[in-house]
Structures are given as C-alpha cells and as structure tokens.
C-alpha cells in the first residue's frame, strides 16, 4: 500500500531512484491533506513543481487519521500519515493547515488535484433528520457521545471501525444493518475475518441483507429478506454510508482544465486505491490538457447517433450470426428489452395516485427529444388522454436510408407497447397505446395515443 512503484522499479518514469525535473515547471494545487493528496504534492513537488497542498483541518491524515482512532491495531495508520507529512516537508510542498481552498485563494495555478475525500451520505428516509442520528467521523473523532443503543448504518469499512470502537469503549449495544450479503465488504480480506470475529464475540447484532426503512421514534425500523420489518431501539443512530465529495470540481475547471480528481473524491474505496491515484496524479502533472467545449443539445445529438448507429452494427451482427432468424424478431427482441429498462427509469418519476397517460406521454417525450427526435406532447379531452406527436424522426430516416421500412414502425410499436406494459405491471393499472399515424406509411406525423378507458 505504502509504495507504489512496487513492480516497477525498472521504469524511470515512475521515479524508483528519483525523478527527472520537469522541462517546465507548473504552480499545482493540492486540495485536501489525505493519503491521495498528500501522495500527488509528493510526486509533482520531487518532479521539480510548485506545488501547494490546502487542508481546511488543523492536521494532515484526511479520514486515515479518523481510521487510526479504530481498535485492534489502525493505530498503524498513523505511521503512514507521519510518514507522508515528513515526505511533503522534505520534498518542498507548501502545506497551508486550517485552510479551506476557495476559488478565491487558490490564484491561478497551472493544474489541480481535487483529493477533498468522502463526506457522509444519508439514506433518503423519514426521520433521518432527527438529532440524534450522527455521522460515523464524528462518532470516532470523539465529537459525539453515544447513547447506549447503538444502530449503524452501513456496514462497510467505516460502519465496523465504529462498531468495533464501541466495542471497545464498552458499555454499548450495537446492531449494524447493510443491504449486502455480508460485512466490511470494503476491508482487506487479510484483515476483516478478525473483525467479524471481535463482532461476533462481542454481540453486536448483525442485520444484513436488510434495508432501512424509516427511523421512527426511538427505533429503526428494517425490511429483511423475508420482508418482514424489524424494529431495532436506538438511542443513537451512525450515518456510515459514504458518498464522493467534488462539489468544487465544476468551479475548479473554470479556473484551469488541468483538473484531476482522485481518491474517495472520485469514489469511496481503500487506502491502496487513495495512494496509488495519488502518485499517478503526481506523474501526471506534466500532461498538458485542452479544454474541448461542446454544447450540451451537441453532445446530445452525438449521443443520438452513436446510439442509433450502434444498434444498426448489433442487428447487421445478429442477423449474421443466426441467418435462420427473421431480422424483425431480432429487432422486435431488441426493442422489447429495451422497452423494460425504459421503463424502470420512468417509474421512478411517475406517480401512480395522478392521472398517468399525460405523465408517460411526457416521459416518451422527453426520451424522443434527447434522441434528437422532432416530438411533441398534446393534450387529449381530459387527464385520462394524451397524445404523443412525432414531425420528424431520425429512426425512419436511418430505415428509409438503409431500406428497411419494413421494420420501422413494427419496431417503435413494440417499444411504446411494451414500456406501457410494464408500467401498468408495476402500477397495475390498465393505461393503453394506440398508434394512429405513421411516417413509414406515408402519413405527415407518428401519433400515438396514450389513455385510460372509462369504466
């Protein structure tokens, strides 16, 4: 974990006995003072950079030396910490502690490093904004006391450090509750059979493949696998899901391109991953990056075709593979599948207690257009109908060019039909599609009608 040239000690890019001073040296800025940041202002200052590292704490370590506070030996963290620090002081970086970098103080620099680390994710539940549900860092850098009835939320790596420092300090009731299969899924192999072990031998109550439903007074209230919901007491409830913090990203790269984001800012993983994103980073520096604008509705437009091209190579492919299949069935397959995932998207933003042809006529709207299609949603004599209006469309276009009409609107049909299926699958409801104009029959639009018979 420590050393990263590790495998590749003949190459002298990677600086095993040094690195050669860059031709052109760079002002690089280095947000946040963990193992990622610390490992890139290490590398870009040996390179010969001017290289400044922000830390908005009072000390170096980022969420290691949160870690290091953990039982059964994560002291030895603080080592790795120490060890980073020195390097930085011995290799030049301008290390500026309790300093939260801004687009205000961090000047101009050639290139930045965004290392801000991991912040603390909550579930989207009902009274999870209650007072007495913590986050984990907080617990463990000794902020925030807890209540004897303990439930942690998560249990990755920093969900059993607190179980574990609870364990410890004794006195504590634990349960942890995590949707996988099992625990510290994100810990060494070497390492987490010894946890499980210390849990296990210290009781803590271990809910997994259960998802939290709601914190409802004192208790969390978890479905198991059976669907059966529990009701866990807590006193305390500890926030251990953790999610990617690189808010400043967007702001940054209005400063320089040359924006690199690396460590749990990119995602949440181990210590290894940190480092070894962090001497890359550092090795980078020297990489000159342009800032190529396109339009948003451009970069939609080239989506489009890609996607559509993409589906023409597939069915070119299939039909060669299976020359016994009808090229419709395969196409008729294709859009049936693809309708089932389009409409697990949609049924996260339909609402069933409302009217729903007018939602899943907007919803089929919105797809077309970002498809680059020439579609539009017009309202029927009430809330139980609507219609969906195509003037152009690139699909018959790319059928008419490459002479295979005969498949066109067969193909659309089984889309739209089959996505409205599947809502009324999951609603059950009995919503109905229609197709009542067609381009591959001559006909000036497609329109299709969407509606909900009287009863």
């Keep these: 974990m420590v050393r990263p040239t590790l495998g590749h000690e003949g190459d002298p890019k990677w600086g095993y006995y040094g690195f050669e001073k860059s031709p052109k040296r760079k002002k690089v800025v280095v947000i946040g003072g963990g193992p990622a940041g610390m490992q890139a202002a290490i590398v870009a200052a040996q390179k010969g950079h001017k290289v400044t590292l922000f830390e908005k704490k009072a000390h170096l370590g980022g969420q290691l030396a949160t870690a290091a506070k953990g039982p059964f030996g994560d002291d030895e963290f603080t080592r790795l910490i120490n060890f980073q620090g020195y390097m930085c002081r011995k290799s030049g970086v301008t290390v500026k502690l309790k300093t939260e970098a ?25 009274g999870i904004g209650q007072k007495f549900v913590v986050k984990a860092h907080d617990v463990l850098d000794g902020k925030v006391k807890p209540g004897k009835k303990v439930v942690v939320l998560g ?32 810990i060494n192999p070497s390492y987490v059979w010894r946890y499980m072990k210390k849990l296990k031998e210290g009781n803590v109550n271990m809910l997994t493949s259960c998802k939290v439903k709601e914190i409802k007074g004192k ?24 999610k990617s913090n690189k808010e400043l990203e967007a702001v940054l790269k209005g400063i320089t391109p040359n924006v690199r984001v690396i460590g749990d800012a ?19 520096v ?14 939609f437009g080239i989506l489009a075709q890609i996607t559509r091209a993409t589906h023409f190579a597939w069915r070119e492919a299939a039909t060669n593979l299976a020359p016994n299949v009808k090229p419709y069935d395969f196409v008729k397959l294709f859009w049936e ?26 919803s089929l709207v919105w797809s077309s257009v970002a498809m680059g299609e020439d579609a539009k949603l017009v309202l029927g004599k009430d809330d139980n109908e609507a219609f969906v209006i195509h003037d152009g469309c690139p699909w018959f276009e790319w059928h008419e060019r490459l002479k295979l009409l005969e498949e066109d609107q067969p193909g659309c049909d089984a889309w739209f039909i089959k996505t409205v299926e599947h809502i009324n699958q999951k609603f059950g ?22 509606w909900v018979e009287k009863k």
């Design 155 to 186: 249990g990755g790596g920093v969900g059993v450090s607190v179980a574990q420092f609870l364990l410890v300090k004794g006195g504590f009731s634990t349960s942890i509750v995590d949707e996988g299969k099992k625990l510290g899924r994100d």
């Design 266 to 284: 990119e995602s949440p993983r181990r210590a290894h991953n940190a480092i070894m994103e962090g001497y890359r980073a550092g090795m980078d």
């Design 102 to 126: 801004k687009a205000a103080n961090i000047g101009r620099p050639d290139a930045i490093i965004l290392a801000s680390g991991s912040i603390a994710a909550p579930p989207a539940i009902p």
């Design 286 to 299: 020297d990489i000159e990056t342009v800032a190529i604008e396109i339009p948003l509705e451009k970069r």
């Design 219 to 242: 208790k969390v209230v978890v479905v198991n696998p059976d669907g059966k919901e529990i009701a866990v007491p807590a006193d305390t409830v500890v926030i251990a899901t953790m």
């Design 429 to 450: 409801t009995n919503v109905k599609i229609e197709t009542l104009k067609s381009l591959p029959n001559g006909d000036d639009t497609c329109t299709r009608r969407i």
């Design 337 to 362: 599948i693809t309708a089932r995932d389009t409409a697990k998207g949609y049924l996260r933003q339909l609402d069933p207690a409302k009217p729903l042809p007018r939602q899943i006529a907007q």
